[in-house]
């Protein structure tokens, strides 16, 4: 039966805090194995969902704006050990990745943000990969998220990626990966936030790279209520895929 855990970091401790755990959900089944708290720095917060099937670990990124919890609908149907972790940045009721915007943020302060979120980022997603001893790792993001999944699959710390609705600016240097990695997105034609043509253009410059890449146009814009259901298949698919590759071992 699946559980979900949310878990917040407590007070500032060296190295990080032990994360405060809350089941939610049906409650575990007295023959399952209690997962021990996660230990995140202090002031990350993650919701935790544990699936039946094997698989990788899934790490979920949400949107400018909201929180750990906008993604749980679209990715219900998905069964995996998934770890939706809330933006760093407080954003008006919610929260956000990035202060900087792909359209409206010159290019070069846009990357810089981009590569101090994403390196904490990584640590963090090295971190939970390793408490929780998973032998890979996919990453799911939606806008904000969807471009840091671009980004991590770039930096080699992820060994898939799902992206709705994301991209990386034309001056960012794909490098070759050193190993396969499969990159799976959506995203709809009609988006005015996240442009279509910036998704082809991030998409095309992973392929070149010796990235595995596919992906679908939908007529929608950036919207969730529009891309959701595409978003959670796209991870489903890049699950599978992982499986018949034998990535996941």
């Known amino acids: 039966m699946m559980r979900g855990i949310l878990a917040a970091a407590g007070a500032a401790l060296v190295g990080g805090a032990v994360a405060k755990v809350a089941l939610r959900g049906p409650a575990a089944k007295p023959a399952d194995t209690p997962l021990a708290p996660l230990v995140l720095p202090a002031g990350v917060v993650v919701r935790e969902e544990l699936g039946r099937r094997p698989g990788p670990l899934v790490?979920?990124?949400?949107?400018a704006n909201d929180n750990e919890g906008q993604l749980v609908p679209s990715l219900a149907s998905v069964d995996a050990h998934k770890i939706y972790v809330r933006g760093f940045l407080p954003a008006g009721k919610g929260f956000q990745w990035l202060k900087s915007r792909i359209l409206k943020t010159p290019?070069?302060?846009?990357?810089r943000e981009l590569e101090a979120t994403g390196a904490r980022l990584a640590l963090l997603v090295r971190s939970m990969k390793a408490q929780r001893g998973a032998s890979s790792v996919v990453?799911?993001?939606?806008s904000q998220g969807g471009h840091l999944a671009w980004y991590l699959a770039a930096r080699g710390v992820v060994d898939g990626a799902a992206i709705a609705s994301g991209a990386l600016p034309r001056s960012f240097a794909v490098p070759r990966p050193s190993r396969k990695v499969l990159l799976r997105y959506v995203s709809g034609v009609e988006d005015k936030t996240v442009p279509w043509e910036f998704v082809r253009t991030t998409a095309d410059r992973f392929r070149d790279a010796g990235?595995?890449?596919l992906g679908r146009q939908l007529d929608a814009g950036h919207s969730l209520s529009r891309v959701g259901s595409d978003f959670s298949r796209t991870l489903d698919q890049a699950l599978v895929r992982l499986a018949d590759s034998g990535a996941e071992r």
């Open 59 to 63: 790490v979920v990124l949400h949107g």
């Open 139 to 142: 990453v799911a993001g939606f």
């Open 107 to 111: 290019e070069p302060e846009f990357l």
């Open 211 to 213: 990235y595995e890449v």
